[in-house]
């Protein structure tokens, strides 16, 4: 899909959280237009953006391009009413898990936006550093111009891809917008098996952070499939092979992670309602 060149135009960004800082720090490292961010939590921005703690507060000559909805998803009934002016004139992309486009379409038209156009995505925090992946999807009544638009928007905090099908987007929650938390559970779980064989903190710390980040990095930048890097680590009958057994045990990561995903997945469908 083409994508709009130049800057990143007026967006309004509700919600300035974990998730909306990461993709803000990405777009104002990309470029980003005047632009207005809504937070109930959030005092200050950086010049030329305006942040404003409540909807009346709003600035009636604002055209934002695209508002972003980054509030929790339980936050979406409060949220809705604030942006439905802004709906009339400009398309919604919704990161908010679990919540679907129709769901969030009919919101809008009971607010006073009727067939105000929603796009969803679900990014993840990398984007803070241009890293994120970010996985969007859009209804058939959103235009090419609108669609371009959300890949122009997403594609400055790092890689994106579309689903088809709007039910895949549970899943993708489940792997790429929870899956940084996974990683990071990782390296927490290999430092403090780092200090239990022994080893002093600061070094243990150290050494399970690189490595994670070292290992990302070489799948990243090789292309080459994770099986194969794994291989190349695993000499026959070395260390990496002795770990592995106890690791690739059927019961152990991969029950594990087969049953991490399937109740992030559940999840996200419940959080539609
Ligand atoms: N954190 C992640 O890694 C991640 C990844 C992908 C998607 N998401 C989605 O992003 C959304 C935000 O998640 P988060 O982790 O950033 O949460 P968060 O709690 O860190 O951020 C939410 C922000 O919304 C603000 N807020 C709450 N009510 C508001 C209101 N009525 N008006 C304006 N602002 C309001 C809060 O002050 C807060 O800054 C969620 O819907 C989540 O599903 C998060």
């Given amino acids: 899909m083409t994508q709009p060149a130049g800057p990143i135009p007026p967006l309004l960004l509700v919600g300035c959280g974990q998730m909306g800082s990461a993709m803000l720090a990405g777009w104002l490292a990309d470029g980003l237009a005047p632009s207005v961010i809504l937070d109930r939590h959030r005092a200050d921005g950086p010049a030329p953006h305006r942040i ?34 802004f709906a009339r004139r400009a398309p919604v992309l919704s990161v908010m898990a679990g919540k679907t486009v129709g769901g969030l379409a009919a919101s809008l038209a009971d607010a006073g936006a009727p067939g105000a156009v929603v796009i969803r995505a679900m990014p993840n925090t990398p984007a803070a550093i241009g890293q994120g992946m970010t996985v ?59 200090v239990a064989q022994g080893l002093p903190p600061d070094l243990a710390r150290r050494i399970a952070r690189r490595t994670v980040s070292g290992a990302g990095a070489l799948m990243e930048q090789s292309g080459v499939d994770a099986a194969e890097l794994r291989r190349r680590v695993t000499s026959p009958g070395g260390t990496t092979q002795q770990a592995l057994a106890v690791l690739m045990e059927p019961e152990a990561w991969p029950a594990a992670m087969d049953a991490a995903i399937r109740a992030a997945t559940l999840r996200a469908h419940e959080l539609a309602s």
């Fill in 136 to 194: 969007c999807y859009a209804p058939p009544a959103a235009t090419e111009a609108e669609r371009a638009l959300c890949g122009r928007v997403l594609s400055a905090v790092g890689d994106t891809a579309w689903v088809e099908h709007e039910e895949q987007m549970d899943a993708v929650t489940a792997v790429s917008g929870s899956g940084p938390a996974y990683v990071f559970l990782l390296a927490e779980l290999m430092e403090q098996a780092a």
């Fill in 52 to 85: 404003v703690r409540q909807a009346a507060d709003l600035p009636d000559d604002f055209t934002p391009a695209l508002i972003v909805l980054a509030t929790k998803p339980q936050k979406a009934a409060a949220v809705i009413p604030d942006i439905a002016r």
